[in-house]
C-alpha cells in the first residue's frame, strides 16, 4: 500500500496554536513526528507559524478552522492526508470555557459550548479514524478533557458536563475501536498559560507545591500515544492537577 511506505508519523491536533494545544504539538515535532493543527484562531496561528524555523515547515500544516464545522473538520483533514499521507494519533484539545450564572445562561451559550468541546472531539474522532485505519493501519485517540469533568464550582454547568461527555465518549470510542485505535483522555487540573505567572501561595495549594505546566501535559499525552509504553491502556483517564482533586477543602 503506497500510504504505508511513508513512515514518518503524523498527528491531528485541535486548538494548537496556543498554549496546551501548541505544547503538545512542539512536543511531537522534536520527537520527528509531522503535525497538523486546526484552530479558529487565526491570529494565534499566524504567530506560532513565524517562529517555526523554516526547517520544520515541511513537518507542519497550520489549518484555520473551526472543530465544531463539519465542513472544515473535513477539508482539515483532506489537506492532512494531501501533505503527510497518513495518520497515527489524534489529540482532542480545542475547548472554549467561561464561568456564567447558571441562571442567566442562555440556550445558544450552552450549546456553542457543547458543539465545540464536545461535538467537536466527535467530529475529529468521526472523520479521522478512517484515515488512521486506511492509512496507519493502528493509532491512538487522547481527549482532553478537566479535571472539571469530576468537580465544580458555581457557574460551571455547560463547561463541567462538555468535560464529563468526554469521559463518556472516552469510554464508548475504546470499546468501538479496540485493538486497532487506543482511546483515552486527560483531565488536567490548573495548567499556566505561556507567560503566566502566579502567586506563591496559589502555587503551594497544591500538594507538589507547584501549580502544573503544558509540558507536564504533553508528556502525558506522549505517554498515551506511544503504543510501545501505553499499549494496554484504553478507555481511562488520567488526573493530572498536583493532588487539588485528592485534597478536602471544607471552607
Ligand atoms: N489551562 C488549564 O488550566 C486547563 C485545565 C483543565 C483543562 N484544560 C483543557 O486543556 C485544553 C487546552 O486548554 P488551554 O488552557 O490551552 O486553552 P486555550 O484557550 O489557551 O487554547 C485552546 C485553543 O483551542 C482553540 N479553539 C477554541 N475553540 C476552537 C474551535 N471551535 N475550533 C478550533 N479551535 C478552537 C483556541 O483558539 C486555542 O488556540 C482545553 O481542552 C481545556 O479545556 C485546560
Given at each position: ?13 485541535s ?27 487565526k ?9 517555526i ?8 500544516l ?25 495518520l ?8 472554549i ?16 459550548v ?9 467530529l ?5 479514524v478512517?484515515?488512521i ?8 485517540i ?6 472539571r469533568?469530576?468537580?465544580s ?9 462538555s ?20 482511546v ?14 502566579i502567586?506563591e501561595?496559589?502555587h503551594l ?16 499525552v506522549?505517554f ?23 485534597k478536602?477543602?471544607y471552607?
Amino acid at each position: 500500500m503506497i500510504q504505508r511506505a511513508h513512515k514518518k508519523r503524523v498527528i491531528a491536533i485541535s486548538g494548537g496554536a496556543k498554549n496546551i494545544g501548541k505544547g503538545i504539538a512542539l512536543k511531537f515535532l522534536e520527537l520527528g513526528w509531522n503535525v497538523g493543527i486546526i484552530d479558529f484562531d487565526k491570529h494565534a496561528l499566524g504567530e506560532f507559524d513565524v517562529k517555526i524555523p523554516e526547517e520544520a515547515k515541511k513537518s507542519i500544516l497550520l489549518y484555520n478552522g473551526d472543530v465544531s464545522d463539519e465542513y472544515a473538520v473535513s477539508e482539515f483533514y483532506i489537506k492532512l492526508k494531501e501533505k503527510f499521507y497518513r495518520l497515527d494519533a489524534i489529540v482532542n484539545n480545542a475547548a472554549i470555557g467561561g464561568f456564567k450564572n447558571f441562571l442567566d445562561l442562555s440556550l445558544n451559550e450552552w450549546r456553542r459550548v457543547i458543539d465545540v468541546n464536545l461535538t467537536g472531539y466527535f467530529l475529529m474522532a468521526r472523520l479521522g479514524v478512517p484515515i488512521i485505519l486506511e492509512t496507519a493501519g493502528r493509532g491512538s485517540i487522547v481527549n482532553i478533557s478537566s479535571t472539571r469533568a469530576l468537580m465544580s464550582e458555581p457557574g460551571n454547568e455547560a463547561y463541567s458536563a462538555s468535560k464529563a461527555g468526554i469521559l463518556g465518549l472516552t469510554h464508548a470510542l475504546a470499546n468501538s475501536l479496540g485493538p486497532n485505535i487506543r482511546v483515552n483522555a486527560i483531565c488536567p487540573g490548573w495548567i499556566l498559560h505561556e507567560d503566566e505567572i502566579i502567586s506563591e501561595r496559589e502555587h503551594l495549594q497544591h500538594l507538589t507545591g507547584r501549580a502544573g505546566r503544558i509540558a507536564d501535559v504533553a508528556e502525558l499525552v506522549y505517554f498515551l500515544v506511544d503504543d510501545e509504553r501505553s499499549g494496554f491502556i484504553t478507555g481511562q483517564y488520567f488526573v493530572i492537577d498536583g493532588g487539588m482533586t485528592k485534597k478536602m477543602i471544607y471552607i
